[in-house]
């Protein structure tokens, strides 16, 4: 599986970016996604994900992006899209893809549950 991570960039707080992974090499509704992202000196950190099609598709996001973050699929372009509304200063990070390729129980909010990732894009808010 092949990730190609997009749409990072500087935006100021309360602003909005949106963010996709092209994949390739596997179709993506068939398996789990999940956004989580690295500040400096910080570890990598749970965004978000979306669960396989045959799991319902569902979505968890972590307490501190949820109901300013969105993540969706479009399986005709096989892409995941991670939408960030409202955004803050510690909202900096570089932002990564992952795909899981084996189908867990469970949360899956671990980086550990992810085996192929994107390059990662750098979202930087300014105050």
């Known amino acids: 599986v092949q990730l190609q991570a997009s749409g990072g960039g500087s935006v100021q707080a309360g602003g909005s970016l949106r963010l996709s992974c092209a994949a390739s090499g596997r179709t993506l509704s068939r398996y789990t996604q999940a956004w989580f992202r690295q500040a400096p000196g910080k570890e990598r950190e749970f965004v978000g994900n979306?669960?396989?099609?045959?799991?319902?598709?569902?979505?968890r996001y972590a307490d501190s992006v949820k109901g300013r973050f969105t993540i969706s699929r479009d399986n005709a372009k096989n892409t995941v899209s991670l939408q960030m509304n409202s955004l803050k200063f510690e909202d900096t990070a570089v932002y990564y893809c992952?795909?899981?390729?084996?189908?867990?129980?469970?949360?899956?909010?671990?980086?550990?549950?992810?085996?192929?990732w994107g390059q990662g894009t750098q979202v930087t808010v300014s105050s």
């Open positions: 979306i669960r396989r099609s045959g799991y319902g598709g569902t979505t």
């Open positions: 992952g795909f899981a390729a084996r189908h867990l129980g469970g949360p899956m909010i671990r980086a550990s549950d992810y085996h192929y």
